[in-house]
């Protein structure tokens, strides 16, 4: 008999603010941990994309070569380059150590296609899909909006950079050559592409046509899961068998990658417009998820969800929309990103609350509560929006810290 | 001694040139040391033997380059950012200007090369090989080496002899002597001393004597006079350096050779004038040009007397020699010369010259042009001779006013084009078939078909009435059809199949038999014989058809020119103007999946496979093996489809989505085979899983003896929330069984083998840590207490096993013995939470399974689908249900707990539940299992 494994550890939360970092970038777009945790890096709206030590709460670097504010970043495995996608439709490989540029990719400078693709598919106001009341807003976004790169990825050995766009494509860019195009064009989905994320052979894009589509380089399938409402975000679960994404519904679906069955549904928080994180911790354990009222969510994995009732506590929702989420590193931290809107909506809160569209959070120490349904996290105890330094978004990123 | 030593000597070998004898008083010369023999160069710089190519070079740093320090570097140009012009060094860079003068090893001027250089310059080394041949060992061998070599005639006399020039004759047409004494004309005054008479006067006689007067020879080798003007400023006859200067004295010398030392036969033969003459009127030496410092000194004064310039202007005269004229010597006798000899070779052994010339080539002048005539040509219109209309061909010939009574004249000028080809037989002109039938579509071709069959049918109506009307099918028998459709066609027959007029070209066994068929049917053939063209296989009244379709289509033929057919090509490729390229696989209809998502009915019925290419390079990137290394294709694969096809507004799935679907169930059947190897954790030894095999296999066994009992499906389970609950689940399992049954083949045995592996290993793993909640878990704790002999060494079992070994132990007679600690060890995987519910959905009987499975398997997915429908509450009354019958069943053993689990609301059950399981800290694999689990 193989010897039972030693117990694991507790799953814990992040409940705990150790920083809060006042990135003076306008509105974060988003903020992201580098492979081992040990760094991060938020992109800013003012066209920045800035290096930090979160445990510090000390600026490493700026870099500065986006024509327009950063949408997502990413490190590669070794931490010697970055990679970035921005509005300004380009995908920018960088050079850590000196700051530079290594790569610019333009292939996403395309016109949006498709029929949803001009009618936006941005069923997102009304909710449930319907296009009524949409039409004539996304014609006007597809007229005014550039083909924003929203999502960068590079794959385990960081010679290939994924980047999901507006345009509907996903597109992989060789970093290893000089070629300007891209290797292969993933130009299945109908609409803007909200969320990319690699394993190790699968490309996994949630898109704004409510379709999460896993490619699989090993088999070369393509699957497609429909969800119907537009995804916001997908992710992996960290043993590569399920996947979760979460759409604007408000809702956060776990499903089984091999047969795309619902395992599992996660409502409570808010996501209505903007396009936010959701995370699966290392132990796959909980469930997180930002949300627009400015908490981070925190769900069981194998609790079912009934909605933000029971162990709730905290119902006053703020008065600003965005909140931003958030993502576990290491055993460490739920990171957040001032994120952006839904692809194909202005990265500007339509609604008209005042506040900041970017959101800043993220998290704090101490120990999970004990049980119950979702779990949220307030960032900075209070109201992390009021503390919006602009209009657009709230400047700052805070960090959280399991304990 | 001295006789032994002469003798030695005259047999000693002796090798190179003997020394010139010393003279006597003469010093021996030293020879001259190594160190000291140099060479030097044209400007006496010394040569020195080191460089690497022949002479070698001397640069000035002796055994370096350019300069002292050797190889000068050029200055380094990185070419990543500019290329450096690359600068080759050859070997002329290294070479001094007198290698590449004209006689330097790299003459850069232009040089004959052996091809067209002349021979002369070849003389010395032939003497060379003269004097070789005779010296060598063996002489003669050059000879030899003659016959071997490669003979080497410049390409220009090759050209000459092949138009019948001979060495040394001159160039140009065959002149005939015209011996004409120049006598001196009193009138001209003459420099210069006379010729000795004898020798000049006696070669004219003797020449005149011989000569033969109708014989032509071959002009004289001389050179050409030079007629160009003066252009510079030289003094006259200066010529700076005349290149022909050699040969000018050279033939000068021949001639003055030939003159003095000359036989009489020679002489005779030679028949010159000229050089009495010019002995007489020579002028003696060159005015200008030759330099002091000529080498040909000799030539300064040389004599060019002017016998070698005409006096008058003449007829070339013949040339000096033998050459040109070979033929007989002996025709002094002159009654041969009024033959006109044109032939002047050899003439053949058993040929003679014809006695008589051959009548001259008469030229006929050509005719003179009426006087109205104008050079203007009227194309009339050409009408196919077997064309029908042979009134209209007429009327036009009226109206052309060329009307022809002749039948012959009138069918030559008749012919078509294609006729005339065949007359003359030419090949047929490569192009398409000439009708236009060809170019209209199928339903305009039908049409004007059945139109003109009705005219024609009209018009022929009264010669075909004879129809045999005991026709059994559709057509008459072939035999009257064919008759019919012959006296229809007539005469057009003739040509019908003679030309390229393919009608079923698209099928080319059609057509071959469509020829066939004309073909016969022109030689009159009927009937039967005419069946024979048709396929066997077909069907009769497929025959009939066709062979009306090929009456047609003969009937139909006009052979129209084919001039027309010539200007147009086929074309190549197809236009694909409208077809479209289009993923092969579409998503499928969104509604369905909405309506699938709103029931929560997520799975298949959301989820689309495609087969997908990835990019060669992205596997490479991604280090992943390419899944089709055959395929070129990247992305979807795409297929052609019409543009405006109906198709491409329907979604219908093609047949190869299945296709697609069926190989992507494969691989995920196999996926599923090989998750548990994944999770190499929950492995246990080979030998273990060897020992569980024969018992999976009986529960397998079972399981489906249990499916086959149960096979009466009870769908209706609402009682099931209030009535009875033992047989519910049993009940459903194998409701879902045969449903999956209907859905697919049951999964390998395999297949069961890995999850009972895998989740005994889990159940061990993980059995100290739950112990609390077993209650919430009473059907399963159940079952697992009714399975735990087993699990000892499969550890579980599948769900379909212990619910059938539910079923039949619901009289609360456990059957098997229990463990306590193996069943708590088993409930920890028991699905307390339900997952999604949806209200307003029936209620079905919630399976709970024990939480072993490592993955999803098909007939997982299937009871998950199923178990959507349930709702909260019922779950919670069903649990509560549940327990109470756990309880009841084992009471005695978890009294304890039982206690403490009554004490605990129902509502907070689940979060409690929960709260357990977090603290648990569970792996996360094992976690996702459980909640996949959670469902079933």
Known sequence: ?403 | MAESSDSEEEDLVSYGSALQPLQEGERIKKPVPLQEQTVKDAKGRYQRFHGAFTGGFSAGYFNTVGTKEGWTPSAFVSSRQKRADRTVLGPEDFMDEEDLSEFGIAPKDITTTDDFASKAKDRIKEKARQIAGVVAPIPGTTAFDDLIGPSKITVGVELLRKMGWKEGQGIGPRVKRKPRRQKPDPTVKIYGCALPPGLSEGSEDEEDEYQPENVTFAPKDVMPVDLTPKENVHGLGYKGLDPSQALFGASGREHLNLFSGGSEETSNLLGDLRHSKGRKLGITGQAFGVGALEEEDDDIYATDTLSKYDTVLKDEEPGDGLYGWTAPKQYKSKNRSERDFKYIGKVLAGFSLASKPSAPVKIYPPPSLPRNYRPVHHFRPVLPAGNESCHLQKALEESAGKLQSDPAHHSRHALNAAQRREQLGETELKGPSPSVLEYLSEKDRERLKQVKEASEQQVKAKPVPQQSPSSRFQLASPEDAAHKWQTLLGGQLANAGSSDFKPFAKNPEKQKRYENFVKSLKQGEKGERLERFFDQNMSEWERGREQEEFFRAAMFYRSSNSTLSSRFTRAKYEDDVDKVEVPRDQENDIDDKETAVKMKMFGKLTRDNFEWHPDKLLCKRFNVRDPYPDSSVVGLPKVKRDKYSVFNFLTVPEPTTSVAQATNEKIQESNSLNKPKKSSRWDVSDKEKEKKDSISEFISLARSKADAQQQPPVPAKEECGTGTTETPPSVQVADEDKDQEEESKRPPMDLFKAIFVSSSDEKSSSSEEEESDEEQQPTTSERQSETTKLADVADSSSSNLQESVTATTDSGIPSLPTSKQELDAAEEFGPKLPPAFSPGTTWQQQTEVPAAFPGPSRKEKHRKIRERHKTKKERKRKKEKKKKHKKQKNKGKHKNKKSEKDSSSDTTDSSDSLSDMDTTGLSPKELLRRLKQLQY
């Open chain 1, 1 to 403: 008999m193989a010897f039972p494994r030693p117990r694991p550890a507790r799953p814990e939360l992040p409940r705990q603010r150790v920083q809060s970092l006042q990135c003076g970038q306008g509105a974060v777009r988003a903020a992201r941990f580098n492979a081992d945790g040990n760094y991060c890096l938020t992109c800013g709206s003012d066209k920045t994309l800035k290096l930090w030590n979160p445990h510090k709460g000390t600026a490493l670097r700026t870099y500065q070569g986006h024509g327009y504010e950063v949408l997502d970043a990413a490190g590669s495995f070794d931490n010697s380059q970055i990679c970035s996608g921005g509005a300004d439709k380009a995908v920018a490989l960088w050079d850590v150590s000196t700051g530079q540029v290594v790569r610019k990719y333009r292939g996403h400078a395309g016109v949006r296609r498709g029929p949803r693709g001009q009618l936006g598919g941005l069923g997102v106001g009304s909710g449930e899909g319907d296009l009524g009341p949409c039409v004539r807003i996304d014609v006007l976004i597809s007229l005014l909006v550039p083909q924003k790169v929203n999502c960068v990825q590079f794959n385990e050995e960081a010679t290939v950079i994924v980047s999901g766009s507006i345009d509907s494509t996903v597109r992989c860019w060789d970093c290893r050559s000089r070629r300007p195009d891209p290797i292969q064009v993933l130009d299945e989905a109908k609409d803007g592409i909200s969320s990319v994320k690699l394993s190790a052979h699968e490309i996994l894009t949630g898109s704004v046509d409510g379709r999460v589509r896993r490619y699989d380089l090993r088999t070369g399938q393509l699957c497609s899961d429909y969800i119907g409402s537009p995804i916001t975000s997908v992710c992996f679960s960290k043993d590569g068998q399920c996947v979760l994404a979460a759409s604007l519904d408000s809702t956060l679906r776990l499903l089984d990658k091999d047969t795309g069955e619902l395992l599992g549904e996660y409502t409570g928080h808010r996501s209505t417009t903007y396009r936010l994180d959701c995370v699966l911790n290392e132990l796959d354990t909980h469930v997180g998820c930002a949300s627009e009222d400015g908490h981070v969510y925190f769900w069981d994995l194998l609790e079912v969800s009934e909605g933000p009732q029971g162990g709730f506590g905290d119902t006053a929702d703020p008065p600003d929309p965005p909140g931003v989420p958030a993502g576990f590193s290491g055993a460490q931290a739920a990171r957040g990103p001032g994120r952006g809107a839904v692809p194909g909506l202005p990265p500007r809160p339509a609604l008209p609350a005042g506040g900041h569209a970017g959101p800043g959070d993220a998290v704090a120490r101490g120990h999970l509560p004990a049980r119950g349904g979702p779990r949220h996290l307030r960032g900075t105890g209070g109201s992390p929006v009021t503390r919006g330094i602009n209009p657009h978004g709230d400047p700052a990123v805070l960090y959280w810290e399991l304990e």
